[in-house]
């Protein structure tokens, strides 16, 4: 009934069963009067085997002709779900991302939509088949290939729901949905029916790999109806929405684990104007996201500030403080690499105080120390020691959802 | 220097090392100061892993699909040989059939090239890149992908140097040129310096599989000069021309095998008008290529007709006539498969009588028997039993060459 479009992941069309079982979810959609678009992934590791293949040859290759290379994993996905689909006996086309007219910006390798020339879509679902569009890959005004980078084909897939005011864009994934935690550390850990579009956010940057981060965002500014799904369980997923029912008057949506975070202290700064400002603005230069911050009170006139970045940024981060030393002007660093960051997040916690403290007497009680804290309007973040993130997500998990 | 079409086949990229290999001769010609223009065909078994991947999920998959998927791997191998030639220093740029403005029509799998749109390429040129173009490729007036079948690289490489107007075509491969008989079977065959357009399509039809004949006809109608040449032993190969010095004024270029033949023999037909017609357009609506045609003297008012057919055509055109038996009129069929087409070739032998009276000569002294002989311009065939090819061919070649 009416138009839906559904993303399928790498892992989802890794072999040829795989894309039976796809094959067999999207005629099952078509069969029920829907018109449907479809977004593939490449097959499996198609997309890291061609990386390995380029870097072989020259691992400082163009982002151009990377992205002519990677481009044809998607291709071969369409192409042969498109086969599968003939074989059923239903009409199908695949399309490439400049046949579908998907225009971007010349950002070679993480590129962004600029334009979707409906056109072609529309003349293909005009004539009731089944579109499979070649996902993560677009082209620019000179007429080359593209691709969107990162969470591209989840991103292709919100942006051509946006533009053909689709009723619902399914992501098929490998997991049936959003959970309370990761269900494989937290064994109670619950899957929502329904979260809101801010709440994934703060999921998908704290580290809960369901979503990109941009295609959510794009679904929160054109009001797309997202749903998560499993393609092998057949399960209803999560839906994701600008505002959800919020039977159970939950304060908090889930708890969230990132161990992926290193921590760095710059010690004995002078207490003046300008501290922060160097530190950051030299960090920000190197393109190094920061993540939390904290600053010591002053004592003696003297000031520490520590902040956490990604792991892999965390070298890049001190090479450049140590650099500006003089500039800055600090006494020594300290850089902590086992830690976590376990964070809660929930729309319900706007109007209900006290969500931060049940946080804490939870970690209090499983007698894990917090070194940072970090809070938003929906979300608190701690850091911790890494032994702890386990006990700490178990122990939050039980306090809110026990 | 002008203008360079380079083609590199799939053996000729199969691998990093021979990517590298190529690069390297691209590369040479363009710091002789050549403008350089290659067309790349799809790495090693690509193509053919990608048709065995197809057929694993529907072995009657479209032409149309088939096209999208195979054209991924020419696509592939201009990617990885432009990170190559980037990782060397030179200014490059691959292109796809539809970026390089190759228009054909729309018969997947087999399209015939329509029109070059040169404006891309030369504009590429012009900044002084060298353009690596995907061979076997193209796009319809639908813009949708098609491949131009068997040889179809040779073709575009061709159809650019044509629309080009390039001084020269050549065409890497794993031999190094034409020889006047294939060198595994006979040690004494020695490598043309040049050969002409209308015996190199006779040898290509008559099983000598260096160039397939679409593009040898191309060349031949727009004058383009084609060197055969291999891309791993870097030595001069075969140019290919419409007039060539015969300073050894040679009646024959080259003596040619073809054991992928049937012969059928209708036996016991009325000698009357129209019996020949009945065979050959029932034939024909099957899309059965006829090659050599023998007819029986009457004898008792009876004919027998036989004629052969590649060994893949066998059993269809047996069924053809079985089902037109009593249109046609016959009393029985011989169908023999032990037979093998042995040619000479020289467009020489036009003003040299005696040609084909020598070539018997040597197959007379080998005690070779002769089932039938069609003659051309510049060609003579015999069938013979297919035991006795490889001593016949040994034997025209000593007559000719020794």
Redesign the interface.
């Known amino acids: 009934m009416g138009l839906i479009v559904q993303k399928f992941g790498g892992s989802s069309v890794a072999t ?1 069963d795989r ?2 079982n796809v094959a067999r979810i999207i005629t099952d959609t078509y069969q029920k009067g829907s018109q449907v678009v479809v977004i593939l992934s490449a097959m499996g590791d198609t997309t890291d085997d ?1 990386i390995a ?2 870097n ?3 691992p ?3 982002r ?3 992205d ?2 990677l ?2 994993g998607e ?2 996905s ?3 779900c ?3 689909i ?2 059923m006996g239903f009409p199908v ?2 399309l ?1 991302g ?2 579908a007219g998907m225009e971007t910006n010349s950002s070679y390798g993480s590129a962004r939509i600029k334009r979707l020339d409906k056109d ?1 879509i529309e003349r293909e679902l005009d004539q009731r088949r089944i579109v499979l569009l070649a996902g993560f890959q677009g082209v620019n005004s000179f ?3 593209t691709t969107l980078g990162r969470g591209g084909s989840d991103t292709s897939a919100v942006a051509v729901a946006a533009t053909l005011h689709a009723d619902l864009c399914q992501i098929y994934t490998d997991v049936d949905g959003v959970y309370t935690a990761d269900p494989r550390m937290v064994k109670e850990a619950r899957k929502l029916d329904e979260i809101t579009f801010d709440e994934m956010l703060e999921l998908a940057s704290l580290g809960a790999q369901v979503l990109h981060n941009r295609s959510v965002e794009m679904a929160k500014r054109y009001n797309v109806h997202l749903e998560v799904l499993s393609s092998f369980s057949g399960k209803p997923g999560t839906k994701v929405k600008e505002v959800v029912k919020n039977v159970e008057k939950m304060m908090v949506s889930g708890v969230a684990l990132d161990p992926n975070v290193a921590r760095i202290a710059v010690l004995g700064l002078d207490d003046c104007p300008g501290v922060a400002f160097r530190i950051f603005s030299q960090l920000a230069k190197a393109g190094v996201n920061v993540d939390i911050i904290l600053q010591s009170t002053s004592r003696d006139n003297k000031k520490d500030i520590s902040f956490t970045v990604e792991k892999v940024d965390r070298d890049k981060s001190v090479q450049v403080l140590e650099e500006n030393r003089e500039r800055i002007g600090f006494s020594s660093l300290e850089v902590d690499d086992s830690v976590a960051k376990v964070s809660i997040v929930g729309a319900g916690m706007q109007h209900n105080p006290g969500v931060a403290a049940r946080m804490f007497e939870a970690l209090s009680n499983s007698q894990v120390n917090i070194h940072m804290i970090s809070t938003s309007e929906i979300k608190v973040s701690v850091l911790i020691d890494a032994c702890n993130a386990e006990r700490a997500v178990q122990a939050i998990h039980d306090k809110f959802f026990g």
């Open positions: 040829p894309i039976r061609l293949l380029a072989e040859i020259n400082n290759g163009s151009r002709e990377m002519m290379l481009s044809t291709q071969v369409v192409a042969l498109a086969m599968c003939e074989g086309v695949s490439t400049w046949q072609r007429g080359d290939i």
